[in-house]
């Protein structure tokens, strides 16, 4: 099993910044690390992705110029940097790991509200 710690979301003015970081822990061979977002009766989507190698980055449109995904200072960890944050990018966010050979594993979500 995966267990995924997310952390580093909260209240912001537009045009502030957070990070949100996501640490990984349990002895699998993680391939690929991604944040998604959710809001109420919307599908969940991707925000930022990369291959554990940092070979492929995927951003989504919005977050494009404004938005960076890295991996994190310790094994199998990845962060979200976020600047010029709207109130449209208020969701719950999540972390999601890719583990070859297995299923896809989640974290709990962390809640990014974007207020004046």
């Known amino acids: 099993q995966v267990q995924l710690v997310e952390s580093g979301g909260g209240l912001v003015q537009p045009g502030g910044s957070l990070r949100l970081s996501c640490t990984a822990s349990?002895?699998?061979?993680?391939?690929?690390l991604g944040w998604f977002r959710q809001t109420d009766g919307n599908q969940r989507e991707l925000v930022a992705g990369?291959?554990?190698?940092?070979?492929?980055?995927e951003l989504e449109d919005s977050a494009k110029g404004r938005f960076t995904i890295a991996r994190g200072n310790t094994k199998d960890s990845v962060n979200l940097q976020m600047h010029k944050l709207k109130p449209e990018d208020t969701a719950i966010y999540y972390c999601?790991?890719?583990?070859?050979?297995?299923?896809?594993?989640w974290g709990q979500g962390i809640q990014v509200t974007v207020s004046s």
């Open positions: 999601q790991v890719r583990v070859i050979g297995s299923r896809n594993y």
């Open positions: 349990g002895s699998r061979e993680i391939w690929y």
């Open positions: 990369m291959t554990l190698d940092g070979a492929t980055i």
